[in-house]
């Protein structure tokens, strides 16, 4: 599986932004998808992530009621919106696939994802 991020720019804050992730292979639907983020100078954080099966979505209490992640199955995509963006959202967003993985799962297991993709910089201004 090999990931591709896209969408991000730059924003003002409280302006709203999506990024995406497309996917290449077949068995899209088999992994659980996440949203990571990193800020300069800090350590990869979990943002979002949605379940392989169920489509159950799982959130950073940061971005509860300002983000949403969804996926497609159709298209092979996962997209995460991101509504009332703050300048601490400001970072490099990449998204990650562990096969078979529940949303909650994936929130602890950042070390533990099967694929990662590139990253997209978004950048809110204040």
């Known amino acids: 599986v090999q990931l591709q991020a896209s969408g991000g720019g730059l924003v003002q804050a409280g302006g709203s932004l999506r990024v995406s992730c497309a996917a290449s292979?077949?068995?899209?639907?088999?992994?659980?998808m996440g949203w990571f983020r990193q800020s300069p100078g800090k350590e990869r954080e979990f943002v979002a992530a949605i379940g392989w099966s169920l489509g159950i979505t799982y959130y950073v209490d940061s971005v509860k009621g300002r983000f949403t992640i969804s996926r497609d199955n159709a298209k092979n995509t996962v997209y995460l919106q991101m509504n009332n963006l703050k300048p601490e959202d400001t970072a490099v967003y990449y998204c990650?696939?562990?096969?078979?993985?529940?949303?909650?799962?994936?929130?602890?297991?950042?070390?533990?994802?099967?694929?990662w993709g590139n990253g997209t910089l978004v950048t809110v201004s204040s």
């Open positions: 292979g077949r068995t899209f639907s088999t992994y659980g």
């Open positions: 990650a696939a562990r096969y078979k993985t529940t949303a909650q799962t994936m929130a602890r297991m950042i070390g533990g994802m099967d694929y």
